[in-house]
């Protein structure tokens, strides 16, 4: 079967930095993505990992092991604005068809 | 502006009664796709296409249909309505290149009753 698993809420104060877990279990592998989505919007695409390591973007991180089928995300410098549902999605098949998991929502707190 | 526009983006309707969903993207991407997201079960795929005439079912097609004539627009049809497709709906593109990732329309929000 397929599954991805994430925490389903994370609190933490602003200024601080979170890391947001990932495992996954798929039928294929062509990378991972994480998306950003904000209540009643639309996810917004963050990063994406292919190949293991870290992938850096401003304030945000993202890192990657396949062998383990493991993801976190990184947000530093919390700011009130990140507090958002950060979803990590895994493409199988190479052809866009993105498997979800079902999001962990971040609170930022003063 | 590039963008995904999908319409309506509120909709009651009826149990049976037929509606679609339009979603329309213009930059010229060649994958599509259709999430439903509902509390406590993420974003499921309902069909995605890699081209125009390419259709093939997600995770969760029962219901569902849809078509893609051109490559811009990638409608969704509900045949026959029932409550539990009572949900968010977003379409999404992506031009494929890798980790491109999809762009998001805003989301049609559909009550069926």
């Known amino acids: 079967g397929q599954n991805i698993d994430q925490p389903t809420e994370m609190t933490a104060t602003e200024g601080a930095i979170v890391q947001i877990n990932c495992t996954y279990q798929?039928?294929?592998?062509?990378?991972l993505f994480w998306y950003q989505q904000h209540a009643g919007e639309a996810p917004t695409f963050l990063s994406y990992?292919?190949?293991?390591g870290l992938e850096e973007k401003g304030r945000f991180s993202s890192f990657l092991s396949r062998s383990k089928g493991y993801s976190y995300l990184l947000l530093k410098e919390l700011q009130m604005k990140d507090s958002a549902s950060y979803l990590c999605?895994?493409?199988?098949?190479?052809?866009?068809?993105?498997?979800f998991g079902t999001g962990t929502r971040l609170t930022v707190i003063p | 502006e590039a963008q995904v526009t999908q319409n309506p983006r509120y909709l009651i309707t009826v149990t049976g009664k037929k509606l679609t969903v339009t979603c329309s993207q213009n930059?010229?991407?060649?994958?599509m796709s259709w999430y439903r997201q509902d509390p406590g079960l993420g974003l499921r795929q309902i069909y995605y296409?890699?081209?125009?005439?390419?259709?093939d079912k997600g995770d969760v097609p029962e219901g569902y249909k849809v078509s893609r004539k051109e490559k811009r627009n990638f409608p969704l049809i509900l045949e026959s309505p029932s409550p539990n497709q009572t949900s968010l709906y977003f379409c999404?593109?992506?031009?494929?290149?890798?980790?491109?990732?999809?762009?998001f329309g805003s989301g049609t929000r559909l009550t069926v009753v």
């Open positions: 999404a593109s992506s031009s494929g290149q890798g980790g491109s990732g999809y762009t």
């Open positions: 798929t039928s294929g592998f062509n990378g």
């Open positions: 990992n292919v190949l293991d």
């Open positions: 999605a895994v493409d199988q098949t190479g052809a866009n068809n993105l498997f």
């Open positions: 930059m010229n991407h060649e994958y």
């Open positions: 296409s890699m081209n125009v005439e390419v259709t």
